[in-house]
């Protein structure tokens, strides 16, 4: 079976950081683009951050651009989130997401497996 599981998520105050994990099982995700999705109670599940299947390319949402860092550990199947100075807006579930396409995108719809999230809370 096929899974992304997260972990790492918490209550933090702003300025503080946190690092999710997503593990892979069931199949090898290191060739996979992977991507980080949040979702904030009554918003739309946004794109926060993506890394290429091949290379070590990244992209990121102008919203947390200089403040979060996306990796990969292949030998792990595991994939990081890094965020530092976390600011209430972050506030949200924390999704992990895999594609057979190589080619990162910004869109759920480009993500064949989701993990089930984790919850991030920064206090003002």
């Known amino acids: 079976q096929v899974q992304l599981v997260e972990s790492g998520g918490g209550l933090v105050q702003a300025g503080d950081s946190l690092r999710l994990s997503c593990v892979g099982t069931?199949?090898?995700?290191?060739?996979?683009?992977m991507a980080w999705f949040r979702q904030a109670p009554g918003k739309d599940r946004e794109f926060v951050a993506a890394i290429s299947g091949t290379t070590t390319i990244a992209y990121y949402a102008d919203s947390v651009k200089g403040r979060f860092t996306i990796s990969k550990d292949k030998a792990k199947n595991t994939m990081y989130l890094q965020m530092n100075s976390l600011n209430p807006e972050d506030t949200a579930d924390y999704y992990c997401?895999?594609?057979?396409?190589?080619?990162?995108?910004?869109?759920?719809?480009?993500?064949?497996?989701w993990g089930l999230g984790t919850q991030v809370t920064v206090s003002a």
């Open positions: 997401a895999g594609s057979v396409d190589r080619q990162p995108r910004n869109t759920p719809s480009a993500y064949d497996y």
């Open positions: 069931g199949r090898s995700f290191t060739t996979y683009a």
